[in-house]
C-alpha cells in the first residue's frame, strides 16, 4: 500500500516530522515531532507540534502510534505533548537501554533515573511490525548514526531518520557515544536493499550547495545511483574514512544537552523539585 505522507519542516532545526496515514481510512502515525525550546531563555513552546495536532484534527484522523527513529541530539521530542492531545502510543527502537545507560550516567541521573525503556509504550526489535489501520509497518534496526536507530517501513515509504540525508547532502554523522560508521555504512546497505521505488523520507536537511529549496524525499533508486557518501557502488573502507574524517571537523549540534536528556525520557522533563521547578543539567567538559 502507498501511504499518504504529509511533511511538517521545522526551520529552527531543519527537522522534518511526519504524519503517515492509511489511504483507505483515519488511522495515522506520527513520527519525529519537534517540542520548539529556545535554549538562551529555557522556555518551550508548542507551537511546531500544534500545527501536526490541527492537521490531524482537520483531517479528522485517529492517532494509532507517535514513533521516534531514535534519540534525537538536535531538538526534543513533542511525543508526550501529541499523545495527551491525541492519542497513540510511544515507541521507539528497544536499544534505547544502551542510550539511557551511557547518558544516565553522563548527566548523572542516578538510580531514580530508569534505564529499561519504560518511559515509552513499545519498545521495538529488528523485524517487529506493527499497523496504522491496514496499513503494516515493519521495523528495521539501523544502527550507526546511534546505536538505537530505527527504520520505519511503511507501505511503499521507509522513514529513516538521520541515517540517510537527501542524494546531494549524504549520511549522518557517527561521532556521538556508541556510533559507528562501519555499522553505518551496512545499515545504509540493508536500507538500498529495498526495491528501487520505495520512497525514502530523511529526518532533516540543510540544502547540499548549490540547491535552492528544501528537501526530504527521495527513492532508494536515487539513493543508490546519487548520494554523495555512499551511492555508485562506494567501498565500506572508503565511506568509514570519509566519515570519520568528517565527522572530526564537526560541532555539537546547538540542543544537544537539552535533547538528550528530554528524548531520553520518551520527550518528557526531569522531574520536578519540591517547588515545582524542571532544570537541566550541563555536563562541563564531558560532550
Not at 211 to 236: I, L, P
Request: glycine residues 10%.
Amino acid at each position: 500500500m502507498k501511504p499518504l505522507v504529509t511533511s511538517f519542516f521545522d526551520d529552527a532545526t531543519n527537522t522534518i516530522s511526519y504524519v503517515v496515514r492509511d489511504p483507505e481510512g483515519t488511522q495515522a502515525a506520527i513520527i519525529d515531532s519537534v517540542l520548539d525550546f529556545d535554549y538562551a531563555s529555557g522556555r518551550t513552546d508548542t507551537a511546531s507540534a500544534d500545527a501536526i495536532i490541527d492537521f490531524v484534527k482537520a483531517e479528522n484522523l485517529s492517532v494509532a502510534w507517535v514513533l521516534e527513529t531514535h534519540v534525537h541530539a538536535d531538538h526534543l521530542s513533542a511525543a508526550p505533548y501529541l499523545q495527551e492531545k491525541l492519542g497513540g502510543d510511544i515507541g521507539i527502537g528497544a536499544n534505547i537501554t544502551s542510550i539511557q545507560d551511557t547518558f544516565g550516567k553522563l548527566f548523572n541521573e542516578g538510580t531514580e533515573f530508569q534505564r529499561d525503556g519504560s518511559q515509552f509504550d513499545a519498545l521495538f526489535k529488528d523485524g517487529d511490525s506493527f499497523h496504522i489501520g491496514q496499513l503494516r509497518g515493519d521495523v528495521m534496526h539501523t544502527p550507526g548514526h546511534t546505536p538505537a536507530c530505527m527504520t520505519y517501513v511503511i507501505g511503499d515509504a521507509a522513514f529513516v531518520g538521520d541515517t540517510l540525508f537527501m542524494p546531494d547532502f549524504g549520511t549522518a554523522r557517527c561521532d556521538f557515544p556508541g556510533g559507528s560508521a562501519t555499522d553505518l555504512f551496512d545499515s545504509v546497505q540493508r536500507i538500498l536493499a529495498l526495491p528501487e521505488d520505495t520512497r525514502i523520507f530523511v529526518g532533516h536537511d540543510y540544502k547540499a550547495p548549490g540547491r535552492e529549496e528544501f528537501a526530504w524525499e527521495s527513492t532508494v533508486g536515487e539513493q543508490k545511483a546519487r548520494n554523495v557518501h555512499v551511492g555508485d557502488g562506494k567501498a565500506r573502507e572508503d565511506f568509514v574514512e570519509m566519515r570519520e574524517m568528517r565527522d572530526a571537523s564537526l560541532g555539537m549540534p546547538k540542543l544537544i544537552v537539552p535533547s538528550l536528556q528530554v528524548n531520553m525520557r520518551a520527550g518528557n522533563m526531569p522531574a520536578a523539585d519540591e517547588k515545582g521547578n524542571v532544570f537541566l543539567k550541563v555536563p562541563v567538559n564531558k560532550l
